[in-house]
């Protein structure tokens, strides 16, 4: 399950993220939002890279940006090759997502906390990485349910009153192979 969570992890977390960049370039065409260079600068303080202010770190923003939605999406994947799939283990994977930010953020010196945002920039990161977990649930999600249950579904359908479907999406998936 390992080997085959971390491909379709990196695949998911991926395509993710594209969903999440597409709707941050049209949110910012309405709302005249600048990029975000927070990215990027995680990533240069990580690697030790000198910063370079005034310069726009835009290879090493899709860089940071694609690679930490890549490799989050392991996480998703592994969720769902375990049973834990649907729009329930989306939310609980965006809250998974919203703290890894946050750490390296922080950790870094790069970010403060999410407290202290000004709440429009708080609800537009909330509605982004939103966007990313669910995006990201539902790759996931399909290419697990190529395999069947995972184990989880599995023992739920042992247990008398419990649901062991995952949504019609995912069921349709299943019934198609």
Not at 3 to 29: F, S, Y
Not at 90 to 119: C, H, K, Y
Not at 120 to 130: A, M, P, Q, T
């Amino acid at each position: 399950m390992m080997k085959r969570a971390l491909w379709q992890g990196l695949v998911a977390g991926a395509a993710g993220a594209v969903v999440m960049t597409v709707g941050e370039k049209l949110e910012q065409r309405v709302t005249g939002r600048p990029d975000s260079h927070v990215p990027a600068r995680v990533l240069e303080r990580l690697l030790g890279m000198t910063e370079k202010p005034g310069k726009q770190p835009r290879a090493v923003n899709l860089a940071m940006h694609l690679g930490q939605g890549a490799l989050a999406g392991v996480v998703r994947s592994l969720m769902a090759n375990a049973g834990v799939r649907g729009p329930v283990a989306s939310a609980m994977f965006t809250v998974v997502r919203l703290t890894n930010d946050q750490i390296l953020e922080n950790a870094t010196g790069v970010g403060a906390p999410p407290q202290t945002w000004p709440r429009r920039e708080l609800l537009v990161d909330l509605l982004h990485k939103s966007v990313y977990g669910f995006a990201t649930g539902v790759v996931a999600d399909v290419l697990a349910a190529r395999d069947g249950p995972g184990p989880g579904q599995r023992h739920a359908a042992l247990r008398p009153g419990r649901r062991s479907d995952v949504g019609p999406v995912l069921r349709a998936v299943s019934s198609s192979r």
